[in-house]
């Protein structure tokens, strides 16, 4: 089954250009010039993966990464940004982006960032044995890829997903940021490892009681996060 990608971006020549790259890595690519096109095409299609450019006419990528992934919290979304004092604001907990790049790039490193997006969205996981972890209220169904707690299923994004299963697979590891983000991203990242605070806060947002108190997902000064192991 080959995923289905949608770029938002005005500028035809990277449009085209991030689209033949895409299908010749045998994604299925649909395209739209504006953010109201590309909501609207998301909303029709069954898209798994949003490539978006912040500068549009008319309503920005930031307006469209917020509709969407409120109506979609399982797409992943990459964002693709003209300057670097956007990053502040993309890392910004509303977005839920799950990865960025920054203007001009590298097609194929773009192409490397979808095929690490849609691999942490694999429902195949190479373990299909034992397809469901449990660890206090939480329960991981790994092949349909949900996250309950409580019974209650929680809508986490792709890489949220991840990082919880990580953490839930591993209790008691102290993982640094760098390792998060070679387990989770998959390549050496080019930027900060703010993404992982940023995905972090985000996860303890929806999962913990409180997250300025949790209970769950340790920080580790100076290093970076451990699944606290309770008895
Ligand atoms: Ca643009």
Same mark, same amino acid.
Do not use: A, C, H, N
């Given at each position: 089954m080959s995923r289905k990608i949608l770029i938002v971006e005005d500028e035809d020549s990277i449009r085209k250009f991030v689209k033949i790259n895409l299908e010749r890595a045998e994604f299925q690519v649909l395209e739209a010039d504006t953010g109201e096109k590309g909501i609207e095409i998301a909303r029709k299609e069954d898209i798994d993966i949003l490539v978006l450019d912040?500068?549009?006419? !008319?309503? %920005?990528g930031f307006e469209v990464c917020k509709i969407l992934r409120e109506e979609y919290p399982k797409i992943g979304i990459i964002m693709l940004t003209a300057?670097?004092?956007?990053i502040d604001k993309i890392m !910004?907990?509303?977005?839920?982006?799950d990865d960025y790049m920054t203007k001009p790039f590298n097609p194929t490193e773009l192409v490397l960032r979808v095929k690490s997006l849609a691999r942490r969205m %694999?429902?195949?996981? !190479?373990? %299909? #044995?034992?397809?469901i972890l449990e660890f206090g209220p939480f329960r991981i169904d790994k092949y349909s890829r949900q996250f309950f707690k409580n019974g209650v299923e929680m809508d986490l994004t792709p890489t949220e997903f991840s990082i919880a299963k990580l953490f839930i697979e591993n209790p008691g590891k102290a993982f640094e940021r760098d390792e998060i983000l070679n387990l989770?991203?998959?390549? #050496?990242?080019? !930027? %900060?490892s703010k993404i992982v605070d940023v995905n972090i806060r985000r996860l303890r947002a929806k999962i913990e009681e409180d997250p300025s108190k949790p209970e769950y997902i340790e920080t580790v000064w100076g290093l970076g996060y451990r699944w606290k192991n309770q008895d």
């Open positions: 912040i500068m549009l006419p !008319g309503i %920005d300057k670097s004092q956007d !910004g907990l509303e977005y839920g982006t %694999d429902i195949r996981d !190479g373990e %299909d #044995d034992e397809s989770i991203w998959g390549y #050496d990242f080019v !930027g %900060d």
